[in-house]
């Protein structure tokens, strides 16, 4: 699994993105989430978490990576309240037009 990627799944009920990862044995292994709050368009992203198991591998990068996407397709914008989200903006201008002003 060492070239494994992850795939998100959107829990709006929950208001959380959960991050898989694809096992051919067991089915799909939870490896971490984003948590969020809503308010009317914005997204505030308040936690980000990749369980110790899975840590190093770059996968908060690939799933704060993909809830930006999702929420850019979405015509939403981001309110970075997690603190590795708010790095992740800065490390990346491309999403800059997403954060909430």
């Known amino acids: 699994m060492a070239d494994a ?20 044995d067991s089915g799909p292994v939870e490896v971490g989430y984003i948590d969020y709050t809503t308010d009317g368009d914005h997204l505030a992203l308040t936690h980000t978490v990749i369980y110790d ?6 996968f908060a990068a690939e799933l704060v990576k993909q809830v930006l996407d999702d929420i850019r397709a979405n015509g939403r914008s981001v309110v970075p309240v997690c603190t590795y989200v708010a ?15």
């Open 5 to 24: 990627t992850i795939s998100v799944t959107h829990l709006a009920e929950r208001e959380r993105y959960r991050a898989d990862l694809a096992d051919d």
């Open 87 to 101: 790095s992740y903006l800065e490390k990346h201008p491309e999403y800059s037009d997403l954060v909430a002003s």
């Open 53 to 58: 198991r899975w840590g190093g591998r770059g």
